[in-house]
Structure formats: C-alpha cells, structure tokens
C-alpha cells in the first residue's frame, strides 16, 4: 500500500516561488505515474502536473506550463513540484496522487492513492 505526504505549502506574494514534495512510502513500481491536482475553493479538483516514475516523462496543464517543474528522485522516493512565478490564481490545496496502473492520464479519478494535501496561498 503506497502512502503519500505531501508538504512545502505557505503564504508567498505575488511572483515569488514555493517547492512541494510528496514522499511515498511503501514499494513502488516502474509503471507508475505520479500526479499533482490542485482544488481551490469552490471549484472542482484540476490536474496540475505528472510525470512517469521510471522514465521521467512530464505533462503539463497549459495553466502552469513554463511556470512549474514536476521531478522525481526514485532512490528517495520523493516528487517535487517546484513552483515559479506564482500568480493568485495558482492559490489552492495541493495533492500529490498516484496512479498505480500507469495510464498517465489527466483525469483524477485513475489516480488511485492521494495524500491529504498541502495549501498554497498567493498573496496579491
């Protein structure tokens, strides 16, 4: 059973930048695919990033594209999502998920692990 936990939230203004990690615990498997969401208030859960465990592979939502760096460190077992140039509009709770099958899609409901989350606040 893959557990996540995720952190690196906080208060930044307008332009600045926050790193996130999600550490998982338990085996992990060259198919995976590992995911940030975000939900900000009010408003259903969006893709935010993902990338491939075993190959690196990266997408993007056009949103934070140029902005945002998803990375993974297999033998710590951690994803980062290194967040630049933050806008208010990027404001939300941020998940790190899990899809175990290895679709790689941008839909949530095929991710099938989540952590409990980390909030981001962009002042403006």
């Known amino acids: 059973q893959v557990q996540l936990v995720e952190s690196g939230g906080g208060l930044v203004q307008t332009g600045g930048s926050l790193r996130l990690s999600c550490a998982l615990s338990?085996?992990?498997?060259?198919?995976?695919?590992m995911g940030w969401f975000r939900q900000a208030a009010g408003k259903e859960r969006e893709f935010v990033a993902s990338?491939?465990?075993?190959?690196?592979?990266?997408s993007y939502a056009n949103s934070v594209k140029d902005r945002f760096a998803i990375s993974r460190d297999i033998a710590k077992n951690t994803v980062w999502l290194q967040m630049n140039s933050l806008k208010p509009e990027d404001t939300a709770v941020y998940y790190c998920?899990?899809?175990?099958?290895?679709?790689?899609?941008?839909?949530?409901?095929?991710?099938?692990?989540w952590g409990q989350g980390t909030q981001v606040t962009v002042s403006s």
């Open positions: 998920a899990v899809d175990r099958r290895g679709l790689g899609t941008r839909l949530s409901r095929f991710y099938d692990a």
């Open positions: 338990g085996r992990t498997f060259s198919n995976y695919v």
């Open positions: 990338i491939n465990w075993s190959g690196g592979g990266t």
